[in-house]
C-alpha cells in the first residue's frame, strides 16, 4: 500500500458512515488523483431511487464533473467494500488505474470474491488491484448497520405485538 492509503479510506469509512445516518448501506467511495481527493461517494440507491447510485458511481460522477471528463486514467479509487461488477465496469470505463478496497464481498464482489473483471485478459483495461485496507473497521461499519437494522426492526415487531395484545386486553 502507498503512503496515505491508510488515510484516505480512512476518508472513505467517514463517508460510509455518512451513508448509514441516511438510511442507506454503509458503503464510501473516494477517487485520488496526484494525491488530492477529486471525488466522493456513498451508497445512495434508497435516497435517490437509482440502482446505479452506489459509493464507487457517485465517486466516479463527482471525479469526472471536477476534471472535466469522464476517463480518470492515473486515478485511484478507495472504497470500504470491494466493488460489484456494475462498479467494476464503470470503473474500467473511466480507466482508473488503481482500486483500493477495505473488504471482501463475498455474495457479488468482482475483484475476486464471485469473480474478478479486472482480471479478465478479454477487456481492455485492467486496474490494480489491492484488496484488504482496515478491512476489520470497513467491515464493522457494515455488520454494525445491519445489526442495528434487526434490531430496530426486533423492536417494532414487539411494539407491534404489544399494540395488539392492549388492544385485546382493552376489549375485555
Same mark, same amino acid.
Given at each position: %500500500?502507498?503512503?496515505?492509503?491508510?488515510?484516505?479510506?480512512?476518508? /472513505?469509512?467517514?463517508?460510509?458512515? $455518512?451513508?448509514?445516518?441516511?438510511?442507506?448501506?454503509?458503503?464510501?467511495?473516494?477517487?485520488?488523483?496526484?494525491?488530492?481527493?477529486?471525488?466522493?461517494?456513498?451508497?445512495?440507491?434508497?435516497?435517490? $431511487?437509482?440502482?446505479?447510485?452506489?459509493?464507487?458511481?457517485?465517486?466516479?460522477?463527482?471525479?469526472?464533473?471536477?476534471?472535466?471528463?469522464?476517463?480518470?486514467?492515473?486515478?485511484?479509487?478507495?472504497?470500504?467494500?470491494?466493488? *460489484?461488477? %456494475?462498479?467494476?465496469?464503470?470503473?474500467?470505463?473511466?480507466?482508473?488505474?488503481?482500486?483500493?478496497?477495505?473488504?471482501?464481498?463475498?455474495?457479488?464482489?468482482? *475483484?475476486?470474491?464471485?469473480?474478478?473483471?479486472?482480471?479478465? &485478459?478479454?477487456?481492455? $483495461?485492467?486496474? =490494480?488491484?489491492?484488496?484488504?485496507?482496515?478491512?476489520?473497521?470497513?467491515?464493522?461499519?457494515?455488520?454494525?448497520?445491519?445489526?442495528?437494522?434487526?434490531? =430496530?426492526?426486533?423492536?417494532?415487531?414487539? /411494539?407491534?405485538? &404489544?399494540?395488539?395484545?392492549?388492544?385485546?386486553?382493552?376489549?375485555?
Amino acid at each position: %500500500m502507498a503512503l496515505g492509503d491508510i488515510d484516505f479510506m480512512q476518508q /472513505a469509512i467517514e463517508l460510509a458512515r $455518512h451513508g448509514a445516518t441516511q438510511g442507506e448501506v454503509p458503503v464510501g467511495a473516494l477517487v485520488v488523483l496526484d494525491g488530492k481527493i477529486i471525488g466522493r461517494g456513498f451508497n445512495q440507491p434508497i435516497t435517490r $431511487h437509482d440502482p446505479t447510485a452506489h459509493a464507487e458511481v457517485m465517486a466516479l460522477r463527482d471525479a469526472s464533473t471536477h476534471v472535466g471528463n469522464y476517463r480518470l486514467p492515473g486515478s485511484t479509487l478507495y472504497v470500504t467494500v470491494e466493488p *460489484c461488477a %456494475m462498479c467494476a465496469g464503470a470503473i474500467q470505463h473511466a480507466r482508473i488505474a488503481r482500486v483500493v478496497y477495505g473488504t471482501a464481498e463475498p455474495k457479488t464482489g468482482a *475483484c475476486g470474491s464471485v469473480v474478478d473483471l479486472f482480471a479478465e &485478459d478479454r477487456l481492455n $483495461h485492467h486496474a =490494480e488491484v489491492e484488496g484488504g485496507l482496515l478491512a476489520d473497521e470497513c467491515a464493522d461499519v457494515v455488520s454494525s448497520f445491519f445489526r442495528r437494522r434487526r434490531e =430496530e426492526a426486533r423492536q417494532a415487531k414487539e /411494539a407491534r405485538a &404489544d399494540t395488539v395484545m392492549n388492544g385485546v386486553n382493552d376489549a375485555d
